[in-house]
């Protein structure tokens, strides 16, 4: 049965998905337990090592990079859920190396592109980090509608013909095992989102330096530590774009970031709906599997409708990136609307979802071996951050009046 219309994926696109799939039912799924256990990440680094392979992270570049045809938003987006089926961490440190990476294309930065996106094409893995949040200012980067980038702590001024960056980062994703890094600064905190620059470091620039990893109760497969930036030096080149520019490409990316954050839970939803549908078939109460109870089945019908209706709208939000010439760009308080519906509506009904599973699967949905428990912790998370649910439905009201 196909999981999606024709409208947002062809029949020749469909095998792509269906290898990542594949590779998740045979590399990921077996392990899902194992990624917790791993602190050095040499499992991780195998599994991200076999989906680059497949050439997941590249087929979002410029043909004139990857060689290969450039995958659409919802393409994308369907292998993050794919992914993040198996594992969400792995998903998450997969999309976040293309988040990192998609200010320099959407900034049509050339000089960044031919130095770094080459490296990013090879068979080896390779992680970039895209940088916003810090330690003082909580959702205030992602609040843009409202303050404008102005309480935006890291700063960047112009030397000459470079970037000299002082500040701290803090919670992003691949943070402190990542090759590149993309740093979200202010020039001049007067001059609000005029004064938004995004500034690309590497990780081996002199003044890089990074703090402890958090200990998380979930996405253990994606690293988060605080980068410390103390008088970095990077060539003026290494802007994204422009004044006014780079904070549209914040725009662009939060509202990517939520749709692909409602992927990735869609993806986490329906392995938490394989086990509890296993296990609800194996278990017997009063002579029958539990899910043949009607108070079971209900509740199973509940999760089925969720998951369904996350995922189509999610790919309609999706599909609609793909064609801003009929309904807006990405970074349109319209579409960012759109796309936070996507994220709070999907997060929302997983971590539901999650609560129901444990609740069928009772003392056993609690217990690591089971996985359900697993992918509640991981959800939960994705529930949280990009601005929360809070703020993420102040900014479905802003996409119908002014707030």
Same mark, same amino acid.
């Given at each position: 049965?196909?999981?999606?219309?024709?409208?947002?994926?062809?029949?020749?696109?469909?095998?792509?998905?269906?290898s990542v799939?594949?590779?998740?039912?045979?590399e990921?799924?077996?392990?899902?337990e194992d990624?917790?256990?791993d602190?050095e990440?040499?499992? @991780?680094?195998?599994i991200l090592?076999?989906?680059?392979?497949?050439g997941?992270?590249?087929?979002?570049?410029p043909?004139?990079?990857?060689? /290969?045809?450039?995958? *659409?938003?919802?393409?994308?987006?369907?292998i993050?859920e794919e992914v993040?089926?198996?594992d969400?961490?792995?998903?998450?440190?997969?999309?976040?190396?293309?988040?990192?990476l998609s200010? /320099?294309?959407?900034?049509k930065?050339?000089?960044?592109?031919?130095?770094?996106?080459?490296?990013?094409?090879?068979?080896?893995?390779?992680?970039?980090?895209?940088a /916003?949040?810090?330690?003082?200012?909580?959702?205030?980067?992602?609040?843009?509608?409202? $303050?404008?980038?102005?309480?935006?702590?890291?700063?960047?001024?112009?030397?000459g013909?470079?970037?000299?960056?002082?500040?701290?980062?803090?919670?992003?994703?691949?943070?402190?095992v *990542?090759d $590149?890094?993309?740093i979200?600064?202010?020039?001049?905190?007067?001059?609000?989102?005029?004064?938004?620059?995004?500034i %690309? @470091?590497?990780?081996?620039a002199?003044?890089?330096?990074f703090?402890?990893?958090?200990?998380?109760?979930?996405?253990?497969a994606?690293?988060?530590?605080?980068?410390?930036?103390?008088?970095?030096?990077?060539?003026? +080149?290494?802007?994204?774009?422009?004044?006014?520019e780079?904070?549209?490409?914040?725009?662009r990316?939060?509202?990517?970031?939520? @749709?692909?954050?409602?992927?990735?839970?869609?993806?986490?939803?329906?392995?938490?709906?394989? +086990?509890?549908?296993?296990?609800t078939? +194996?278990?017997?109460?009063?002579?029958?599997?539990?899910r043949?109870?009607?108070?079971?089945?209900?509740?199973?019908?509940d999760?089925?409708?969720g998951?369904?209706?996350?995922?189509?709208? %999610?790919?309609q @939000?999706?599909?609609?990136?793909?064609?801003?010439?009929? %309904?807006?760009e990405?970074?349109?308080d319209?579409m960012?609307?759109r796309?936070?519906?996507?994220?709070?509506?999907?997060?929302?009904?997983?971590?539901?979802?999650?609560?129901?599973a444990?609740?069928?699967?009772g003392?056993?949905?609690?217990?690591?071996?089971?996985?359900?428990?697993?992918?509640?912790?991981?959800?939960?998370?994705?529930?949280l951050?990009?601005?929360?649910?809070? $703020?993420?439905?102040?900014?479905?009201a802003?996409?119908?009046?002014?707030?």
């Amino acid at each position: 049965m196909k999981e999606c219309l024709d409208i947002f994926i062809s029949d020749e696109d469909r095998p792509i998905v269906e290898s990542v799939r594949n590779f998740v039912n045979k590399e990921i799924i077996p392990v899902r337990e194992d990624i917790e256990k791993d602190k050095e990440h040499k499992l @991780v680094g195998e599994i991200l090592h076999g989906l680059t392979k497949l050439g997941l992270i590249k087929a979002g570049f410029p043909e004139e990079y990857s060689e /290969m045809k450039r995958l *659409s938003a919802v393409e994308i987006f369907l292998i993050s859920e794919e992914v993040a089926r198996g594992d969400v961490g792995i998903a998450v440190a997969q999309a976040a190396t293309r988040w990192g990476l998609s200010p /320099m294309m959407l900034g049509k930065n050339k000089v960044l592109m031919d130095k770094f996106l080459p490296i990013f094409c090879e068979d080896e893995p390779h992680l970039a980090c895209f940088a /916003m949040t810090e330690e003082s200012s909580g959702c205030d980067i992602e609040n843009l509608s409202v $303050l404008h980038g102005k309480t935006i702590k890291t700063r960047a001024t112009l030397e000459g013909d470079e970037w000299v960056i002082r500040g701290t980062k803090r919670f992003a994703s691949n943070s402190g095992v *990542s090759d $590149l890094y993309c740093i979200a600064c202010q020039t001049d905190p007067s001059q609000g989102e005029e004064g938004i620059a995004l500034i %690309y @470091v590497p990780a081996s620039a002199e003044g890089v330096s990074f703090g402890a990893f958090e200990n998380k109760a979930g996405l253990y497969a994606d690293r988060n530590c605080d980068i410390n930036l103390d008088d970095v030096r990077v060539p003026r +080149e290494y802007r994204a774009s422009g004044p006014g520019e780079d904070a549209k490409i914040i725009r662009r990316n939060i509202t990517a970031g939520r @749709v692909g954050s409602a992927a990735m839970v869609t993806g986490s939803a329906r392995g938490i709906f394989d +086990e509890v549908l296993r296990y609800t078939g +194996e278990r017997v109460v009063a002579g029958k599997p539990i899910r043949n109870h009607s108070m079971s089945a209900a509740l199973l019908a509940d999760m089925a409708i969720g998951i369904e209706t996350a995922k189509a709208y %999610y790919l309609q @939000v999706a599909y609609m990136l793909g064609h801003p010439e009929r %309904y807006g760009e990405a970074s349109s308080d319209t579409m960012l609307s759109r796309a936070s519906i996507a994220k709070v509506y999907a997060t929302d009904v997983t971590v539901s979802i999650a609560n129901k599973a444990m609740e069928l699967m009772g003392s056993y949905g609690y217990m690591k071996n089971y996985n359900v428990e697993k992918y509640w912790r991981d959800s939960k998370e994705i529930q949280l951050w990009l601005g929360g649910a809070q $703020l993420g439905r102040l900014d479905v009201a802003r996409g119908y009046y002014d707030l």
